[in-house]
């Protein structure tokens, strides 16, 4: 099925998160269906479409904020690797060779971004020079001072 119109990628997605979404007793739709109608639509946004690739991120945002939320600990930072995650996702889409789905390089370039996003916080912490103060007067009374 080729997707030409809009409204036809659009129907696409929509149904492709649609079938993919968890019934109430737990089944989720066809992920061969699913794949088909995602690589459809990063064809149609390696090609310029804007519409096609943010259809892919309404398809794929539920899953990839999970990733980040259980990589970072908590909502906050998860929304900003998500977003830095679909920003280079955007970037690199010509790069996408397709070897593997959409889902599993949008779960890597997450992870890569939560690891650059959680180094970043860590090297930026400082800690209080309140809590150093212990350290600092042992530190002046074992060197005389």
């Known amino acids: 099925m080729t997707l030409g119109s809009t409204d036809q990628r659009q ?3 929509a149904g492709a998160a649609e079938r993919d979404s968890v019934t109430p007793d737990g089944v989720r739709g066809s992920n061969a269906s699913v794949q088909d109608e ?5 064809e149609a946004a390696r090609g310029g479409d804007q519409c096609a690739f943010e ?4 398809a794929t945002h539920r899953d990839t904020f999970t990733l980040a939320v259980r990589l970072t600990g908590n ?3 998860a929304r900003d690797v998500t ?3 679909y920003l280079r996702a955007y970037r690199g889409l ?3 060779r397709g070897d593997a789905q959409f889902s599993t ?3 890597r370039i997450t992870a890569n971004c939560a690891a ?9 912490r400082h800690d209080s020079l309140a809590d150093q103060s212990e350290v600092i007067e042992r530190d002046l009374i074992w060197t005389g001072m």
Request: no cysteine; aromatic share 12%.
């Open 11 to 13: 129907r696409a997605a």
């Open 38 to 42: 995602l690589s459809e639509l990063v």
């Open 55 to 58: 259809q892919l991120v309404r």
């Open 75 to 77: 909502e906050e930072d």
């Open 83 to 85: 977003q830095e995650a």
């Open 94 to 96: 010509a790069r996408f």
């Open 105 to 107: 390089w949008m779960y």
């Open 116 to 124: 650059t996003y959680l180094g970043r916080r860590n090297r930026h």
